[in-house]
């Protein structure tokens, strides 16, 4: 059964800076894998979806890489804004991280 | 399309009490998932339908639990008796397929209280 696993589980940041969350699976026979933010008290928002045959997909300041081999996919966030805060979770075959709680200081 | 939508979006319910959660998907999406969020346990996947045909229910965590999907546009997740440990965020989410490039779309949920 899939064990999706994120670190850092949280993590605190001053405005402006380039930041990585790491989502790491174990099973690598993957469709592929999704990026959701979710806002406190909300749902999730769809972020990315990388395809199990792609590396990476970029939205905007977002970009999203996936390597199956070592089963690990990573969010890559640029420059940094006080409206990224917010947990960022990663699924892979319907099973969730528990998230990445992220605080972007002014 | 208005997206996956979920009711009620708050329930207080005493303990004891049948609660009953409703989720409509998005039109055409095959599969439909039922989550149940909590601080301590994260987004636990509770069973998951593809075609309204459960596949998945091995998340369920007790017989108290049970999910019904009657037609492509509607399902429900019932909760009888209800329990204080109950008490999280349940969310219903679809999708087109498993494969390749589909995405899970997510309703807002619903906030369950037992007391």
């Known amino acids: 059964k899939q064990e999706v696993t994120q670190i850092p589980a949280a993590l605190s940041v001053p405005e402006g800076e380039n930041l990585v969350l790491n989502c790491s699976f174990t099973d690598s026979a993957i469709y592929n894998l999704q990026w959701f933010r979710q806002d406190p008290g909300k749902g999730l928002t769809s972020l990315l979806l990388?395809?199990?045959?792609?590396r990476e997909q970029t939205s905007g300041r977002l970009n999203a890489s996936l390597d199956k081999s070592s089963g690990r996919s990573t969010l890559y966030i640029a420059a940094s804004q006080p409206g990224d805060s917010a947990t960022y979770l990663c699924t892979s075959k319907i099973i969730f991280g528990s998230g990445t709680r992220l605080s972007i200081r002014p | 399309d208005a997206g996956v939508i979920q009711s009620p979006r708050h329930e207080v319910t005493e303990m004891g009490q049948e609660v009953t959660l409703r989720c409509k998907p998005i039109?055409?999406?095959?599969?439909l998932f039922w989550y149940r969020q909590t601080m301590m346990r994260g987004l636990e996947l509770l069973i998951y339908?593809?075609?309204?045909?459960?596949?998945?229910d091995s998340g369920m965590p007790e017989d108290r639990f049970s999910a019904k999907m009657p037609n492509a546009s509607f399902s429900t997740l019932k909760i009888q008796p209800s329990e204080p440990r109950d008490s999280a965020v349940y969310f219903c989410?679809?999708?087109?397929?498993?494969?390749?490039?589909?995405?899970?779309?997510f309703g807002q949920g619903t906030r369950l209280t037992v007391v």
């Open positions: 989410a679809s999708s087109l397929a498993l494969g390749l490039n589909t995405e899970a779309f």
């Open positions: 039109s055409g999406h095959d599969y």
């Open positions: 990388i395809q199990s045959s792609q």
């Open positions: 339908f593809n075609n309204n045909v459960p596949i998945d």
